[in-house]
């Protein structure tokens, strides 16, 4: 009879459990004779005396809750063999410390954090969001590193950032929040709604609106204004104000009809001026008509609004309208109002117009053209298809 001394088959494998977990271990040895199977953890007996099994025993380990190493024992009359299998508890990572801010600039943060973990940590996971809004945070994923920048960030804006930690279990819960501030950039719009008036004959009032993206505390305003348009704007006079939004501008020539435009500045630097806007230095005589649209309502209507000006004694409205490049031009007056439909026009055709306010004492500056093309027909063509 061959004798062959006993070797596992199957020996018993590592496992990694969740805290309460539970899992199987299996151990198979062979050999002639075949031998007996019994498990140990440490030097405690886990398998009887009297119940060893030959070849093949499974321990069944439940409600694991702490890591531990087992021991499969094989035995014949050729020998004694062992295999131990490790048993570790995994947890979810702790959180991080909570994040440090390490710098800004108008777009983007840098954090650092350390790890909160004596086990390995896969990766981190970046929360981010306004702290202004509810709802979602934003996520970077699979940061290696404890330092890590954020771009893409509104400049001047608050946000509320967090760090996660990653192990092959899952996610941790997060660290704590931490806030920061962006640092500010020049505006990147120019300010809304510039209007501008005379107070007398020589003195004109210029009033504006914040712009809509002011990156940063508005320290002021600059405004700019000249007689000849055509000039660059650095050679155009100037007037600063403080961050209010309206400034008187005296010393005007009379007679004239100036050009303004409005920008606003931060402590880094200037945005960009509003789009031009004429007044005529005439006593009396009314302002231009501000945010002057046109906007195809059919293909024969055409709606036009604009701002309603304010304390001006405003007698009628003038608008001038044309097709196309060259077209003949029309002239329309009506009583005071901040819209006014054109009807009765071509389809699918481009018309251009201009609008000014009238007084007793004059027509002020007519607006810059605006344009807007009338839809399509709707009118639809029948083809007799008899014969």
């Known amino acids: 009879v061959r004798r062959v001394a006993p070797r596992f088959s199957i020996p018993p494998s590592n496992h990694e459990v969740m805290p309460g977990g539970s899992v199987n271990l299996t151990c198979v040895a062979v050999g002639a004779p075949m031998p007996y199977v019994k498990w140990m953890a440490g030097v405690e007996e886990l398998t009887k005396e009297d119940e060893m099994p030959v070849g093949r025993n499974v321990l069944e380990l439940n409600n694991i809750m702490q890591s531990a190493n087992y021991t499969c024992v094989a035995i014949s009359s ?8 490790q048993i570790t508890v995994k947890a979810l990572p702790k959180p991080p410390t909570e994040p440090l801010v390490t710098e800004t600039t108008a777009t983007s943060v840098t954090l650092t954090w350390d790890s909160g973990n004596s086990d390995p940590i896969s990766y981190y996971v970046i929360q981010y969001k306004p702290k202004s809004l509810e709802g979602q945070f934003q996520e970077v994923d699979g940061v290696a590193t404890t330092r890590y920048s954020i771009g893409g960030l509104s400049p001047f804006s608050e946000y509320e950032f967090r760090v996660i930690a990653v192990n092959n279990i899952g996610r941790g819960p997060p660290s704590e929040l931490v806030e920061a501030r962006t640092g500010e950039q020049a505006p990147s719009s120019p300010p809304l709604k510039v209007q501008a008036r005379m107070l007398s004959a ?3 009032l210029v009033q504006w609106e914040q712009p809509e993206e002011p990156n940063g505390q508005i320290r002021g305003y600059r405004v700019y204004y000249t007689t000849d348009p055509h000039l660059p704007l650095s050679m155009w006079q100037k007037h600063n ?4 939004h309206l ?3 005296g010393s005007l020539i009379t007679g004239t009809t100036y050009s303004i435009r409005v920008l606003a500045f931060t402590s880094v630097g200037d945005g960009p001026p509003s789009d031009i806007i004429q007044v005529k230095t005439q006593q009396g005589v009314p302002a231009q008509p501000a945010d002057f649209q046109a906007e195809a309502e059919s293909d024969t209507r055409i709606l036009l609004t604009w701002l309603p000006a304010s304390q001006e004694r405003i007698t009628k409205y003038e608008l001038l309208y044309w097709e196309g490049e060259d077209g003949t031009q029309q002239k329309v007056e009506f009583d005071p109002t901040s819209s006014y439909a054109v009807e009765g026009l071509k389809p699918d055709t481009l018309y251009k117009f201009r609008l000014g306010a009238r007084s007793e004492l004059g027509v002020g500056v007519y607006t810059p053209t605006v344009e807007a093309r ?3 027909s709707s009118k639809c063509l029948t083809f007799n298809t008899d014969g």
Not at 78 to 85: P, W
Not at 241 to 244: F, G, K, N, Y
């Open 78 to 85: 050729l020998g004694m063999i062992e295999a131990t299998a």
């Open 202 to 204: 020589s003195t004109m």
């Open 241 to 244: 104000t403080d961050d209010s």
């Open 247 to 249: 400034t008187t501008v």
């Open 374 to 376: 009338t839809a399509q």
